[in-house]
């Protein structure tokens, strides 16, 4: 059984940094795609970005590109997602996802190409 959990979510300030991990367990292999999604009140589900398995392919929204990360340890079977000068706009619940196929690591992919979520960490930045 497959099963995500997210951790590192929290309070921070603009400027500051948070680091967020997801700990994904119960697959036979390293060979899928990973994202972070997040979700503001009233609003609707935005792909953060991805990474797919030997981590050279990656994909962000313009939205984060050049201020958050995403990286994954394939060792211990976690993927991060560095949060750098974070923005009011960022605060959000933010879930980790695992999609089996490589299209879900397209940089159009949809949220139902994922096929594990997790239940969300909350991030909140304050200016």
């Known amino acids: 059984q497959v099963e995500l959990k997210e951790s590192g979510g929290g309070s921070v300030q603009t400027g500051g940094s948070l680091r967020l991990s997801c700990s994904v367990s119960g697959f036979t292999s390293s060979r899928y795609c990973a994202g972070w999604w997040r979700q503001a009140p009233g609003k609707e589900r935005e792909k953060v970005g991805t990474?797919?398995?030997?981590?050279?392919?990656?994909n962000y929204a313009d939205s984060v590109k050049g201020r958050f990360t995403i990286s994954r340890d394939n060792t211990d079977n976690i993927v991060y997602l560095q949060m750098n000068s974070p923005k009011p706009e960022d605060t959000a619940m933010y879930y980790c996802?695992?999609?089996?196929?490589?299209?879900?690591?397209?940089?159009?992919?949809?949220?139902?190409?994922?096929?594990?979520w997790g239940q969300g960490t909350q991030v909140t930045v304050s200016s």
């Open positions: 990474i797919w398995t030997d981590g050279a392919y990656t």
């Open positions: 996802a695992v999609g089996a196929s490589i299209a879900a690591c397209y940089s159009d992919s949809a949220a139902s190409v994922f096929n594990y």
